[in-house]
Each structure stands twice: as C-alpha cells, then as structure tokens.
C-alpha cells in the first residue's frame, strides 16, 4: 500500500518523534543525578554531624573527668578557702554531670573514658608538685581557661548541634558551667592574677577537640 504526501509513513513518524524522545531522556537522566547528588550531599552532611556529635561527647566527657581529679586536688592542696570550695564544687558538679554524659554517650555508641587523659594527667602532676598560694594561683588559671573553652563549647553545641539529645544535655548543663567561669574568675582576681607556673597546653587544654575551632 502506498502512502499519500498528506500520510507519513511510520518510519517518518518515528523518526519526527525521536528528538522528543531524545530530550525526554535527557531530563530523566538529569533528574536521576540531581537526586543521586542531593542524597550523597546529605548523606555526607549527616556522617559530618555524627562525627561532629561524636567529638563534642568525647571532649565533654574527658573534660568532666578532668575536672573532677582536679578538684579533688585543689581540696587537698589549696591553701586559699574559696579555691577549696571551688574544687569541693568541681567534684559535685561534674561528678553528676558526668553520669549524664556516659548515659549520654552509651546511647549515641561513644565510649565514656575511665581515667583523664595524658594532658590532663601532666597538668595533675605539675600542679601536685605544687602546694598554698602558688597552687592556688595555678589551679585557678585552669580552671577560668578550661571554663571558658567549656562555655563557648557548649553554647554551640546547645545552638548547633544536629542532634536534639546532645542540644538538650548541652543546654540545660550551660549555665552550671557560666556559673563555674563566673566564679573561677572572681576568684582568680581576687587571688591576684596568673599563676607562677604555666601549663604548656592553656588557656583552653582541650579547645582543639569539640566545636570551638
């Protein structure tokens, strides 16, 4: 059977409708990447938060390990009463503190450290070695550098965090530490400023650990 002019045949039908299949295809394949992009962008975004949460709890709990030696410390060699009570504090603050954060931490799969960690072990022994006025001077210098790190750490982890459990431990615990650095640096004027030794590691041993960059 013959095709008039007016009747395409249906290899020209199929030829006309190729370039709108073509471009058909093409935005298919187009689509596709932009949703295989959109998924690994956030599935990279997601791993960057939970390595990020992951810090913060590790930082958080060496920290609060560390704050409890160092306060036993101080209530055994400060001379000074308000150095002396501001260690009996340290031990009682972040001795409940810490049992939050090692639940905290065992639900989000991060261990909770059993004994401080090397730095603060040295910062330990060097302030062991020292005894009255110079321990409570050195003592204090700490503790204001380390609350310091510790507030602005936990304030962008109570504003930032992706993860609401570590926002909520983060924000309800952030004023007990601005009260510590409210503290710490009240006393440590009143002591008369910096220590006669200094710690290698300050201000701020573990500012390089958490969120504070």
Do not use: C, W
């Not at 295989?36 to 958080?60: I, N, P, V």
């Not at 072990?121 to 204090?140: I, N, Q, V």
């Not at 992706?162 to 004027?189: G, K, N, Y």
Request: proline share 4%.
């Amino acid at each position: 059977m013959q095709t008039t002019p007016d009747e395409p045949s249906g290899h020209q039908s199929r030829a006309a409708r190729s370039p709108l299949l073509s471009i058909g295809t093409a935005l298919a394949v187009a689509a596709l990447a932009i949703l295989a992009t959109s998924s690994l962008a956030d599935d990279t975004a997601g791993k960057r938060g939970a390595t990020t949460e992951r810090t913060f709890l590790q930082s958080a709990s060496n920290g609060g390990l560390a704050e409890v030696e160092l306060g036993k410390l101080a209530e055994q060699r400060a001379s000074n009463a308000d150095v002396k009570s501001f260690g009996a504090r340290m031990v009682k603050d972040h001795t409940a503190a810490n049992k939050e954060l090692a639940a905290l931490a065992a639900r989000k799969g991060v261990s909770f450290p059993t004994r401080i960690d090397r730095e603060d072990e040295e910062l330990r022994d060097r302030l062991s070695k020292l005894s009255g006025p110079a321990f409570d001077r050195a003592y204090m210098q700490e503790m204001t550098a380390d609350h310091e790190h510790d507030v602005a750490e936990f304030h962008q982890a109570a504003e930032t965090s992706s993860d609401p459990d570590v926002r909520e431990f983060a924000t309800h615990t952030l004023p007990t530490l601005t009260s510590h650095l409210e503290e710490a640096r009240r006393i440590q004027a009143a002591l008369g400023g910096s220590a006669e030794t200094s710690s290698p590691t300050s201000p701020g041993r573990r500012a390089a650990a958490g969120y504070v960059r």
